[in-house]
Nanobody, 121 residues
């Protein structure tokens, strides 16, 4: 009964910005780590940024200083603010979360459906 829903992807010009959102819904007890992944054509899926339940963050070197990950625990929602976008950022972006459903003693990994981000002039 847990679902991750993403929004905010689209087409932008180099130097532009996008804000991705990922909301978790269902019968949830808590959410542990969350993260954003991306996969470009012909490349492996890579971790872009992660955030713990306490708000500690990590970033891939390629996006450090340009992207900001955040979360609102009260809303079970995670965000990725992407600034100064480059063509190399073009990829399908996926939301991932370790979610503990109510009446369960451990978390399970859930994935969003993915949202396309295209950076092109």
């Amino acid at each position: 009964q847990v679902q991750l829903v993403e929004s905010g992807g689209g087409l932008v010009q180099p130097g532009g910005s996008l804000r991705l959102s990922c909301g978790a819904s269902g019968i949830i007890f808590s959410i542990n780590d969350m993260g954003w992944y991306r996969q470009a054509p012909g490349k492996e899926r890579e971790l872009v940024a992660s955030i713990t339940s306490g708000g500690s963050t990590k970033y891939a070197d390629s996006v450090k200083g340009r992207f900001t990950i955040s979360r609102d625990n009260a809303k079970n929602t995670m965000y990725l603010q992407m600034n100064s976008l480059k063509p190399e950022d073009t990829a399908v972006y996926y939301c991932n979360a370790d979610v503990v459903p109510r009446r369960y003693s451990r978390g399970f990994a859930y994935w969003g459906q993915g949202t396309q981000v295209t950076v092109s002039s």
